[in-house]
């Protein structure tokens, strides 16, 4: 009598818990995963922008350069702020804010390298190029990693 009386109980409430869960598991970890792979693919498409705009002959070519540069840039501070809603550790916390400090030297970069570039000033173009641009777009790469890797061993763990 007793236990068969609860049985049912017992599974309303083990429902609730795994759609509670459920729901955390959405929150928590389908949705940052979500702007992460966002971040990271907007990442990537600077990266390629900018090393086609080494070649650009015309001051129009980099100015289109530059619009989808800012553009993919954006989409980047979107999902920044959207993921950070969703951080509830302060491990988490902290690698984010890296990232975004990360994306600060690099964004510098990139207006350098279209200024450079406009002004037809190749040798200091390729320079930083190769240099400060390529350092501060692989610390931001890394930061980025940093993070998807919290982020990843948190939805598995």
Known sequence: GLCTGLHPFVQVVNIKKIDKAGGLLYTDVT???????????????VRILVRDMAKAKTEAEVTKFQNDIANFSAIITKSVERLEKSLNTE???RANQEFVDSRKAYRANLDKLVSLKKEGRE??????????????????????EQLINIMLNKAIF
Do not use: C, H, W, Y
Request: proline fraction near 2%; avoid cysteine.
């Open 91 to 93: 491990e988490l916390k």
């Open 31 to 45: 949705i940052p995963i979500t702007e992460l792979g966002k971040i990271s693919s907007a990442f990537l498409n």
């Open 123 to 144: 040798d200091e173009f390729n320079a930083l190029l190769v240099g400060d641009a390529r350092a501060t777009a692989e610390t931001e790469q890394g930061k980025m």
